[in-house]
Structure formats: structure tokens, C-alpha cells
């Protein structure tokens, strides 16, 4: 070995321990000026918005205070968790029914399915609400006997079938299987197919392979976008106001409508809305712990463990 190679062995190696040479694979962490001084005003900014908001006359946050357990509150967030849960149950049934359908080998399956989620998403959900509200315009009457101007069996009026809350349920819950009928066939197309094939050749149904073989896998594609779905659907059915469906943004309108206390009861409502979002984001992450066993994904025991983790990882925390 000549002297080049070995100086350069020599300056590839660590310094022995306890010597006073520097090692040669010492990672150093330059000064970032910029970053500080990016932190500082960002921590200025939300130290001089907090306070204006605290010593803000115009906010009543006493009126705040009375108004946030209200009874009347309360019940209008009651109707909507109500709403948000039969909502998203109704959607993620139909949306792994429609999916179901897209992935079929019949066309006219495949045909009717493409036809709703093309009606639904190219479609504002606002419109949809309204239309479901009137639809006793179209039809006044709902009955079931024969079709095609056969005798009916039995009628209800339509206006006193499809009060407010069942259009709003209507319209959420079509329109969100709309929405979930992709995210179930991305999450199916996911899994291999040899896997199905592999099932297949063991004499397994094909019921039997959705449910025990493709299902299972799907599910850690799944769940993350129906969580942020879930977590959408609380803060959407805000629009069922339109309909008087007696949400919570309905019931904090009419208070405010009385008392003409518009910022602070609509404060009330954003203090709930946080709330439960909130809720709803810490259960999509247990959700998500719990179907990403298995598939190599680490996964912190706490809340904590993960952000001390994402942290350390992004050079915040060091």
C-alpha cells in the first residue's frame, strides 16, 4: 500500500476513543439564522394574536362562557354528532357497495356505478342538500305498490317523511359514498392480485377471499382517508343550516338571530367544532396504529413518542 492509500485509510477511520484528534464521521449541525429569526416572529405573531383576542371587548367572551353549556347548545351538537355518525356509517356502506360494483365484470354493474360517483361528486353538496329538502316539489307523494302506475299499497305525505334532519341525512350520506366508493376501490385495487389468485386456487370463495384475504390488507389503505373523511363530515353538515336541520351552527344562528350576539355564539360553535374534531383525530390515530401492525410501519406506545419522534426526524428537536 503506498502512501496516499494510507493516509487515506487513516483519515477514513474514527479516532480511537479518548484521543484528542477530531473524528473524521462527526456530524455538525451548521447555524441557521434564518430559522431562528423565522421562529421568533412566528412566536411574536401568536403571543400579540392571542392577547388581542383575550383583552378584545367586542369578543364577550362572558357571554362566551354562558352560552358554550347552553341547553339549546347542546342539543343542537347532539344532532350534529348524530348526523356526522349515521352519515358516515350510511356512506361507508355504499361506498364499499359502489365499489364493489367498479370492480365487477358486469358492465352494467360497472355502468351505474361510474353513473352515481360522475352525479354526486360533479354535483355541490349544497345543491344536493336544498334539492333533497324540496324534493316533495317533484314528488309530494312516497309509496310502495307496483311500479310503472301500478295500484300503491301504501302512502305518506313526503313533506312529513322528509323533515329537515332526513334531508340533511340524505344528502350527506349519498354524497359521501359517493367519495368513500373511491377510496374503498383504491384501497382494494391495492392488494396484489396474485394474492386473490393464490386464495383461489386454495378453493376459497370469492366472498371468502374479500372478506379474509383482500379486506385485511385494504383496510391500512382505507382507514386514513375515511378518517379525514369522518373528520370533514363533522365540520360539513355546518351546511345543513341552510335547511334548518337543527345543527349546532342551526341552533347558535337562531340565538343569535334573538340576542343579536353573533361573534360570540359563533365562537361557541368554533369552540365545539375543535372539540370534536379533535376527538375524532385521536381516534383516527389509534384507527391507524392498529391496522398498520404488520406491514413494518413503527409505531410509538404514545401520542408524545410519536411527535418527540417526527420531531427529532425533522432536526426540530435536538
Known sequence: MDRTSDERVRAADPAPAGSDAPQANRISHPVRPGRWLAAGVVALVLVWLGWS?????????????????????LEGLWVT?????????????LGVVVALMQISDSRIL???????????????????????FNIALIFP???????????????????ALVTGFVAALLGLSINEGAYMSEIV????????????EAAAALGMSRPKIMRRVVLPQAMRIIVPPTGNQFISMLKTTSLVSVIAGADLLTVAQRLYLTNFEVIALLIVASIWYLVLTTVASVGQYFLERRFSRGFGTTVPGTLRGRIGRNLRFTGIAR
Open 141 to 159: 307523494e312516497i309509496g310502495l305498490g307496483v311500479p310503472f302506475g301500478g295500484p300503491k299499497l301504501v302512502t305518506w305525505e313526503t313533506n
Open 110 to 132: 360497472r355502468t351505474g356505478a361510474t353513473a352515481y360517483v360522475w352525479f354526486f361528486r360533479g354535483t355541490p353538496l349544497l345543491v344536493q342538500l336544498i334539492f333533497w
Open 81 to 93: 354528532i348524530q348526523l356526522t355518525v349515521a352519515s358516515m356509517l350510511i356512506g361507508v356502506v
Open 53 to 73: 383576542i383575550a383583552i378584545n371587548p367586542n369578543l364577550h367572551w362572558d357571554i362566551v362562557a354562558d352560552y358554550q353549556f347552553d341547553r339549546v347548545i
Open 185 to 196: 376501490r383504491a384501497g382494494l385495487r391495492a392488494v396484489d392480485p396474485g394474492q386473490q
